[in-house]
C-alpha cells in the first residue's frame, strides 16, 4: 500500500524558506520509473505543479517557480524534500506530495499541508 | 498556451447522474491523456481517472471518463450519485512529462 504524508511549518514569514518533507511508504524510489513530486492548490483552489524528483535523481521544476525550488531525495530514509526560497502571500496554499511510476500523471496523493505565509 | 477550462460548479441529486466537461483551449485535447482528481476536505485526493477513461482499482464503475474531440473536450461522469461524491475535481493533462495542465475544478455539490 503506498501512502505519502507531508510535513513542515504551518506558518512561514515572508522573504524565509519554506521546508516541506515528504515522507513515504509502499515504494522504493530507487525503482526504475518512479518520481515523487509536488502540487499545490491555492485558496482560491487551483492546481499548480510545482517540482519532481525520479529515481535516477533527475529533476524538474515549473518554469516559473524554478528559480526558488529545490526538490531532493533521500532514499535510505524513503523521503522527499522541498525547499522554496523568498517566499510571499502568493505561496500560501496547500502542498501535495504526489507519486508517479513512468506516468505524466499522478498516481497516489498525500493528504496535503496547509502553509500560511504572513507576517 | 495550452489551457483547460471546468465549470466551476455542478449539483445534482443523490441517485442521479452529474457530467463535468473540461474544454481545451487550442490543439486537440485527444493529443495527451486526460485525468480526473477528486479533492475532498480533510481527505487526501484521489485519482478517478488516467488515460481518458481508465479506473484505477478501487474506485467504483459509477466513475467514467471520455472524450469528445468535436467539442475538444473530456468529460468525468458520475451516476448514482452518492453524498460521499460532493467534492472539488480537477481534470489534467500535459504538453510534455513536466508541463502539466490543470482545469480549474470543479466543485460538484450533492444535494
Known amino acids: 500500500q503506498i501512502t505519502l504524508k507531508e510535513s513542515g511549518p504551518t506558518l512561514v514569514k515572508p522573504t524565509q524558506t519554506l521546508t516541506l518533507t515528504c515522507t513515504f511508504s509502499?515504494?522504493?524510489?530507487?525503482?526504475?520509473?518512479?518520481?515523487v513530486g509536488w502540487i499545490r492548490q491555492t485558496p482560491g483552489k487551483a492546481l499548480e505543479w510545482l517540482a519532481l524528483i525520479y529515481w535516477d535523481d533527475d529533476k524538474r521544476y515549473s518554469p516559473s517557480l524554478k528559480s526558488r525550488l529545490t526538490i531532493t531525495k533521500d532514499t535510505s530514509k524513503n523521503q522527499v524534500v522541498l525547499t522554496m526560497t523568498n517566499v510571499d502571500p502568493a505561496d500560501t496554499a496547500t502542498y501535495y506530495c504526489?507519486?508517479?511510476?513512468?506516468?505524466?500523471?499522478?498516481?497516489?496523493w498525500g493528504q496535503g499541508t496547509l502553509v500560511t505565509v504572513s507576517s | 498556451n495550452f489551457m483547460l477550462t471546468q465549470p466551476h460548479s455542478v449539483s445534482e441529486s443523490p441517485g442521479k447522474t452529474v457530467t463535468i466537461s473540461c474544454t481545451g483551449s487550442s490543439g486537440s485535447i485527444a493529443r495527451h491523456y486526460v485525468q480526473w482528481y477528486q479533492l475532498r476536505p480533510g481527505s487526501a485526493p484521489t485519482t478517478v481517472i488516467y488515460e481518458d477513461d481508465q479506473r484505477p482499482s478501487g474506485v467504483p464503475d459509477r466513475f467514467s471518463g471520455s472524450i469528445d474531440s468535436s467539442s475538444n473536450s473530456a468529460f468525468l461522469t458520475i451516476s448514482g450519485l452518492k453524498t460521499e461524491d460532493e467534492a472539488d475535481y480537477y481534470c489534467q493533462s500535459y504538453e510534455s512529462s513536466t508541463n502539466w495542465v490543470f482545469g480549474g475544478g470543479t466543485k460538484l455539490t450533492v444535494l
Open positions: 504526489s507519486y508517479r511510476n513512468t506516468t505524466p500523471w499522478v498516481d497516489y
Open positions: 509502499g515504494f522504493s524510489l530507487s525503482t526504475r520509473g518512479v518520481g
